[in-house]
């Protein structure tokens, strides 16, 4: 994340400490769930954005002996924390909908519609804030948080007027519990693409197949095995391979690795580890290890 990201965090954060104070005291004056559920997913907005920026000022260190990939996934982490609290609080909402639903109390709709109203307008100035097109993970992680609580504010404000012209109670309550799916969906998603980076998964779109039969047509490479593909960090690729060619000098066989290199820049994948070899992997297969390579 550049500096350029950080100031945006820091623009947003204070957005959202407006933005909540408002939203917790009419909550509470009100009696409405729904604006008490909206601020609560301010709060974990807040808690995200601070959580991505100081992971975002611990990525800028350089690799050093402790973290020789380089901090990363600091930001990854910042991620995962983030996705899986937007999930816990929305089960607290769920919870409360749940009991509001068998009694649902008196609310106040002309206060609850004037604070939603502030909280939306907040929620926007936030999403103009940070944007939309993301290619750090952390970022995005936080970006998703105030999408939902955008969303959540315009389910708020529908409440609102529902209960103001209709006087239906249990619509707070049910709103609220769209606001929870609202932000389960997004937190299972920043999870998900949390995980696949720490379980060192594929990264999206690159097949280890396609990429191997690609860089087994290159000149003097006689076979490609224990082939690995990783993520590093959002969008930062890794890749390893033992490369058997004929016996011949260290010159020879660096050019072929530097246009193994090549390929493989083009696919987007800078960080590479080519063990250039002329014994046969046994099984002849894409994961075999140096224990299958027998005595040869």
């Known amino acids: 994340m550049n500096d350029n990201g950080q100031r945006r965090l820091v623009l947003s954060l ?82 409360e909908g749940f009991t509001r639903l068998k009694s649902p109390p008196e609310i106040d709709s002309n206060l609850m519609l004037v604070i939603a109203t502030v909280g939306l307008i907040g929620n926007l100035i936030m999403v103009w804030i940070l944007g939309h097109r993301h290619e750090d993970l952390n970022l995005r992680s936080a970006w998703l948080h105030v999408i939902g609580d955008t969303i959540s504010s315009v389910a708020v404000i529908t409440a609102g ?49 396609e990429i191997r039969d690609s860089l087994a047509k290159i000149s003097g490479v006689l076979n490609i095995h224990d082939v690995h593909i990783w993520s590093i960090g959002h969008g930062i690729a890794a890749f390893s391979a033992h490369v058997q060619v004929l016996d011949q000098k260290i ?26 070899e002329t014994v046969q992997c046994d099984k002849n297969g894409l994961y075999c290890s140096p224990q299958d390579l027998g005595s040869t």
């Open 161 to 209: 007027l529902i209960i103001k012209f209709t006087g239906w109670l249990i619509v707070d309550p049910i709103v609220s519990g769209l606001v929870g799916l609202i932000i389960v969906i997004g937190g299972v998603r920043v999870v998900k693409d949390s995980l696949w980076i720490f379980l060192e998964l594929s990264p999206a779109g690159l097949r280890i197949d």
């Open 251 to 276: 010159s020879e066989a660096d050019a072929i690795r530097k246009e193994m290199e090549h390929e493989l820049r083009h696919l987007g994948i800078l960080h590479t580890v080519i063990q250039m």
């Open 14 to 95: 204070i957005v959202l400490a407006v933005t909540f104070a408002v939203e917790v005291l009419g909550g509470i004056i009100s009696h409405s769930l729904a604006l008490l559920s909206d601020a609560g997913h301010v709060l974990t907005d807040a808690l995200a954005l601070l959580l991505s920026l100081a992971a975002a000022m611990v990525m800028k260190k350089l690799p050093d002996h402790r973290a020789t990939y380089g901090y990363q996934r600091i930001g990854i982490l910042a991620a995962l924390i983030n996705g899986v609290s937007l999930v816990v609080i929305a089960m607290f909402i769920f919870v």
